[in-house]
């Protein structure tokens, strides 16, 4: 009896010990279960990565494609455009004031060039890129500096004046620019052409641009001593306070906003915010009232026969 209990218990050991007397757990079977899940979700998940990544390679290229296509035509090419590069005050001579407009003449914008004539009032002399400065008002002219800058002599009161009540509003103005001399346009505008060759265009072509980029000696507003550029002559001066006091207060002493915005083929100037120009308080606020820039002005005045 007792060999044959010793010999059971023998035999039950050894089956635990070799694995033959039990059967596989179940916690076994379900590690494997587990792992095939895991594998499973982790194939899913590529699959859907990969299908998520081709949808946003393909709305992109649609995306690019329409710009491509529509935005050419939304926002016009380069000739539709006109180009202006402003000009930091930097202290240096600035040369690409007054800067001429490609944009066509209707018939009456040419009939006004044509038939405006000069008028004996000093502060109405007219000048722009197809109206020469008459050398009968530069004789007549005195050129004094004030505020650090030349000017005709005629304006520096009614400047003062302007310029002590923006002050006492709590407006900066400051001039960046106001008279310059027939020969020192005659040099920007040499320069311009000089570099224009050396760039590698001919002759024709060089004076040609720099006609455009530079008003030639004697058809600058700066030649006549009335005219001032304000606050560092940038497109940005329209955003300003100082630009708003000047639209609502300028006319008040006699100066209006030269090159206004929309006026472009009238004046044959890009619209200039910062460039102010002296006609005389009664002319400046006419001026004002009718929203007429100084060419449409002359040629109101001429038609009234005054």
Known sequence: MRSNYHNKRRSSFTSKRSGTGRKKSSGFTRSRKCKRKRIGSYEAFRMRSKIRLAIGCTVTAAVLLCGFVFLPGLFGG?????????????????????QTTSLEETPKDEELCLNIRQRSEWNLVLVNPKVELPE????????VTAFEMEMDSRIEKPYTQMYKAAVKDGISLWISSCYRSKELQKELYEREIEENVKSGMSQEEATAA????????????????????FNGVTMDFENTKAFQWLQENA????????FPKGKESITHIMYEPWHYRYVGV?????MKELDMCLEEYLYYLQEKGE
């Open 78 to 98: 380069k000739d539709d455009q006109m180009s202006f590069h402003p000009v930091e005050s930097t202290g240096e001579i600035q040369d690409t004031w007054e």
């Open 136 to 143: 009968s008002y530069l004789s007549s002219s005195q050129i």
């Open 210 to 229: 720099a006609d455009v980029a530079v008003a030639r000696p004697g058809y600058s507003e700066h030649n006549t001593g009335l005219a001032i550029d």
């Open 251 to 258: 006319a008040d002493y006699g100066f209006v906003l030269r």
């Open 282 to 286: 009664e002319h400046a606020q006419k």
